[in-house]
């Protein structure tokens, strides 16, 4: 049984560019939830995506999107980037369905910089 | 909207030593789970323990546990007979019974030292 994996790891861009982040969720999870975490600060929960829809969002723009796969793996897209997007972003994923709503489990991250 | 207050920013042990870790939270919702992750240097996040809110009984995880006192909106943390392995940042977390399964709001972290 895998873990959670995200790539890349570590990535440098210039202000007004486009990234996309990737993550492969646990074998079995159908849920994929992406967390911002800015140097020093807890995690802030970005969106939420179940049976490929986004079911939840956090206050984030519209310049944060995702996409979820039937294989259950996932992408973060930002776009136009801003000094601030500069953090560590954070896959989780679960399984979730019926009454059950199980652990997350965390990648270790993307961490993106902004110059 | 749910608010997680983590008002240690950094806390020291010595090895062997016990220490607690506190969280207040302020939400108006009565069914909830709160957890406990770790996160070390690798980043990833790591659950330590967790409880719900129904229940009346403290979590309990080997030398982990809490103290959650609802009506006073706090769950800290105990870490006994403390290990070298367990310095790392600590996150207190809520999660609402309904709506977005997975979505935690996360207090600001504590960063516990040990100290040999």
């Known amino acids: 049984e895998t873990g959670v994996t995200q790539s890349p790891t570590h990535l440098i861009k210039t202000r007004g560019q486009q990234v996309t982040l990737r993550c492969s969720s646990q074998s079995g999870h159908n849920t994929v939830s992406w967390y911002q975490q800015a140097l020093g600060q807890g995690p802030q929960f970005i969106f939420q995506y179940y049976r490929e829809e986004e079911n939840g969002r956090g206050n984030f723009p519209p310049r944060f999107s995702g996409l979820q796969f039937p294989n259950y793996s996932s992408e973060l897209n930002v776009n136009a980037l801003e000094l601030d997007d500069s953090a560590l972003y954070l896959c989780?994923?679960?399984?979730?369905?019926?009454?059950?709503?199980?652990?997350?489990?965390f990648g270790e991250g993307s961490r993106l910089t902004v110059l | 909207a749910q608010t997680v207050t983590q008002s240690q920013p950094e806390m020291s042990v010595q090895e062997a030593e016990t220490v607690t870790l506190s969280c207040t939270y302020d939400?108006?919702?009565?069914?909830?789970?709160l957890f406990w992750y770790k996160q070390p240097p690798s980043r990833q996040m790591i659950l330590v323990i967790r409880q719900e809110a129904y229940k009346q009984q403290n979590a309990t995880e080997n030398r982990f546990s809490v103290n959650f006192q609802k009506a006073a909106k706090s769950f800290s943390l105990k870490i006994s007979d403390s290990q070298l392995g367990d310095a790392a940042m600590y996150f207190c977390a809520y999660r609402s019974a309904s709506g977005a399964g997975n979505m935690l709001t996360f207090g600001g972290g504590t960063r516990l030292m040990v100290k040999p």
């Open positions: 939400t108006s919702e009565s069914d909830y789970y």
């Open positions: 989780a994923s679960s399984l979730v369905g019926g009454s059950i709503t199980g652990e997350l489990f």
